[in-house]
């Protein structure tokens, strides 16, 4: 690959003749935006304006195209970078995301993932197998009472307990008192068990508001942050991953993201979007919809999110796949077999709906898991 | 309307039976995100989960239904305030966000749009009749260059002079090199044409790096500022609108966002994205692609975009749709007939094309749209 361009690959509908017309309109779309006869530059036409490198035919009306972008046209700025990617292309019918291949020159100017598959096995301290999270809920209840609630998961050896995404600073459950509570009540758990269960508190947030949320959540001990890029924007969580003073693991929330994959024939592909671009962004654990659950994933675009998560990406560590529900005991045999053992499985109603003891409930699953 | 609720609409396809049972998943979904059993707290019941007001047949498969949800579970923050018109439900198919409406109670939270259609037709002094915008490019050039074409656009009498909305900071084309040098040059024509062209930098950038650009451009003098909440977020426009030192009008790009409104039965529709909830973050004139361009919406979508424009919303003021592209002589008289005088009419490679003579191509365009 060429250390000056990355490559994104297409997936372009309709018949060829109309396909190779629409990938060449992309190359001048996404960069210089003016049709060919109004470029009167050298540089220009030769280095700015996108190039097709390749045109793969996949069925009778279906393409893939591969376009190369000067990696400069990004000016290294994740917001810059997506829309060279698909900011005015993703208004198009019939033309989706299903690749993209950058080149280190390019992941080199962003930090990647903190802490990756490894660094959060550490912080939990469990080297094998894989983790479970579970998430508090629901909206409404107080910060006391959810401080309850992660207690008796910390208490059943649950591994990560993260805020619901919905909750944030709800007048009848603000932000400080809940992560003070919850931190609280972890910590008291974490000296019965002996274990390293961390609290990770949402902190989705106004633009103005994130990093004094952040900030209170690393004073007060947070074991990671929940973030939903969808809902600050990508590059939110790349600036938190990038911190000198936030060391914490991210884990990434889809909310709002849906309309970006639900499409067949717009968007981006599952794996682009819920690995390749959270990676990219920081992420250290990437949750999304696992197959068969309430949501429409297929296993086999779960299968293509996990791989991409721990794909060779510049010098980037994988990270967690973390499916969330369809956790029952029938699946479980399959979901070990698609994820192996590094992947999060993200528990939240059946963990609650099992029994009404939540300490035995953690340990059911725990076992469903492999873990004793 | 209840003043401690708003109300969003969601359009359901499928059968009946099918629509109904998803709208009451959709109430839990986008609010406690467990199952009504889970839920023994009255509070809960009745005040946090959504609820279901209307049940409406559009057609044997297509079912409007209206739900209402608690101002309170926004915690008044546009994130989160996303997060529960559409967070987890955007990743369902078959329902699509048609229609919102906001009580005052919750949009005074939000300054909205600091300069609406009379604030910005004070600023370029033009107080009847569509305005017109043009965007320097193509990407490449350098800053010098963009200012000539500025110069050349501002003599000719155009009111708007935006970045295209992929001019970050790259390095052939520094953000404080561009800025100063088309002030500059903007200024200049002014004082020749004693008109009031303003130029508009773009200011999508990181989100460690945007107050710094925002306070450049508004200390050399530009008149505006060109954000695209889909690489941003939307709260980042927000968050400038409220700003008490930058006072400037606010342009919104929709980059990125196309997806959210490609879908015939995911997303949003066009008007919700491209005008209620661009005042809601407070653009003071939205862009679009207009109808019968590159891009395919249709005459009917841009019509209900160019009326929530301007639709009763608190005490917000109307927003100037900014079609873009698609302006040429035969379709003039119908754009006018659509849109009326409150316009913003985008033309940018026309304006490039039209002749040789840029200062007398922006004449040609001010006489379409009846401006002499």
Chains 1, 2 share one sequence.
Do not use: W
């Amino acid at each position: 690959m060429n250390n000056n361009r990355f490559l994104v690959t297409y997936q372009i509908t309709g018949d060829e003749v109309d396909a190779l017309a629409r990938a060449q309109i992309i190359c001048f779309e996404q960069t210089v935006e003016v049709s060919e006869e109004l470029i009167n530059s050298d540089f220009i036409r030769e280095q700015i304006v996108g190039q097709l490198i390749e045109f793969k035919t996949i069925t009778e009306q279906c393409f893939n195209v591969t376009i190369s972008y000067a990696i400069d046209t990004t000016a290294f700025e994740i917001t810059q970078l997506l829309n060279v990617i698909f900011g005015n292309t993703s208004i198009k019918t019939h033309i989706k995301v299903v690749n993209i291949q950058f080149p280190s020159t390019l992941l080199d100017y962003f930090s990647g993932p903190r802490f990756g598959v490894q660094g959060l096995r550490e912080k939990v301290q469990i080297t094998h197998k894989p983790l479970l999270c579970t998430a508090l809920k629901p909206m409404g209840k107080s910060a006391t009472e959810l401080a309850t609630l992660a207690y008796q998961f910390a208490l059943g050896g649950v591994d990560i307990i993260k805020d619901d995404h919905g909750l944030t600073n709800q007048s009848f459950c603000p932000y400080e008192e809940r992560v003070k509570a919850c931190v609280a009540a972890v910590a008291k758990a974490n000296d019965k068990t002996g274990k390293n269960c961390i609290y990770v508190p949402n902190i989705t947030a106004p633009v103005t508001e994130i990093e004094k949320r952040v900030t209170y959540a690393k004073r007060q001990g947070a074991g990671g942050l929940l973030v939903a890029p969808g809902l600050t924007g990508f590059d939110t969580m790349r600036a938190i991953a990038e911190s000198e003073f936030i060391d914490l693991p991210l884990i990434s929330h889809p909310a709002l993201l849906g309309s970006m994959v639900t499409s067949q024939t717009n968007g981006f592909a599952h794996s682009v979007l819920f690995a390749t671009l959270q990676r990219l962004a920081g992420a250290d654990a990437t949750i999304y919809p696992n197959y068969g659950g309430r949501f429409g994933f297929s296993r086999e675009e779960c299968d293509a999110i996990a791989t991409a998560c721990s794909a060779p990406l510049g010098n980037y560590p994988a990270i967690f796949p973390t499916p969330g529900g369809g956790m029952t005991l029938d699946k479980v045999p399959d979901m070990q077999q698609l994820y192996g053992e590094n992947v999060i499985f993200l528990i939240g109603g059946a963990l609650y709906a099992h029994s009404p003891d939540l300490v035995e409930n953690v340990r059911y699953f725990l076992n469903l898991v492999g873990r004793t």
